[in-house]
């Protein structure tokens, strides 16, 4: 098992930049990959970022050029930077972790106001 617990949410005027943290903890090391997903009222839960072992990325379409994923190992934290932030980026963001099944975070709200 492991436990993520998320930070860095708040609120922003558009074009404005938060960077969310997730710090893990439990059994880091069987971690394949984290992420984060983000759902908006009314919305289903869509995949924002991903980062596996090995560095790889990848970003949902919407989110390409304004975001950036990375993880530091010897923190064992996660990171998502979200620059130029846009309405449309409001939602509850939730850091995930893949092992055996998806471990989640608690959520934390990102709202930016136009």
């Known amino acids: 098992q492991v436990q993520l617990v998320e930070s860095g949410g708040g609120a922003v005027q558009a074009g404005g930049s938060l960077r969310l943290s997730c710090a893990a903890s439990?059994?880091?090391?069987?971690?394949?990959?984290m992420g984060w997903y983000r759902q908006a009222p009314g919305k289903q839960r869509e995949l924002v970022a991903a980062?596996?072992?090995?560095?790889?990325?990848d970003y949902a379409d919407s989110v390409k050029g304004r975001f950036t994923i990375s993880r530091d190992n010897a923190k064992n934290t996660m990171y998502l930077q979200m620059n130029n932030l846009k309405s449309e980026d409001t939602a509850v963001y939730y850091c995930y972790a893949a092992l055996d099944r998806n471990y989640w975070g608690q959520g934390t709200q990102v709202t930016i106001s136009s």
């Open positions: 980062i596996i072992n090995g560095g790889s990325t």
């Open positions: 439990g059994n880091i090391f069987s971690i394949n990959a």
